[in-house]
């Protein structure tokens, strides 16, 4: 099983990126599907979450700017990131909740993160 994250790169303040994040390999389901992002120097933090029912949480900084989606699918998830500001430059990582054939629980998998960069 593996995540693959895609879409970060250098943008300026106000502009917008999309990022986005698949799960391959030998599938059985996915449970939530997460973006995490860690700035130099700080602990990693949750940005987004959505459950496999769709609840959807965000953290308060990026609440109005920020929309996670998924397609359940596909197994993929999405990050629209807008009106982007200088406090949003970190390493993004994708964090998917799955089950593979021959288990029968879920695990944590990462991907391997993409870098933000946000100049003013």
């Known amino acids: 099983v593996q995540l693959a994250e895609s879409g970060g790169g250098l943008v300026q303040a106000g502009g917008s990126l999309r990022l986005s994040c698949a799960a391959s390999?030998?599938?059985?389901?996915?449970?939530?599907m997460s973006w995490y992002r860690q700035a130099p120097g700080k602990q990693r933090e949750l940005v987004a979450a959505?459950?496999?029912?769709?609840?959807?949480d965000y953290a308060d900084a990026v609440k109005g700017r920020f929309t996670i989606n998924r397609d359940y699918r596909e197994n993929t998830a999405s990050l629209q990131m807008n009106n982007l500001k200088v406090e949003d430059t970190a390493v993004y990582y994708c964090?998917?909740?799955?089950?593979?054939?021959?288990?029968?629980?879920?695990?944590?998998?990462w991907g391997q993160g993409t870098q933000v960069t946000v100049s003013s």
């Open positions: 959505m459950t496999i029912g769709g609840i959807i």
């Open positions: 964090k998917a909740e799955i089950r593979r054939y021959s288990s029968e629980f879920e695990y944590d998998y």
């Open positions: 390999g030998r599938i059985v389901s996915v449970g939530t």
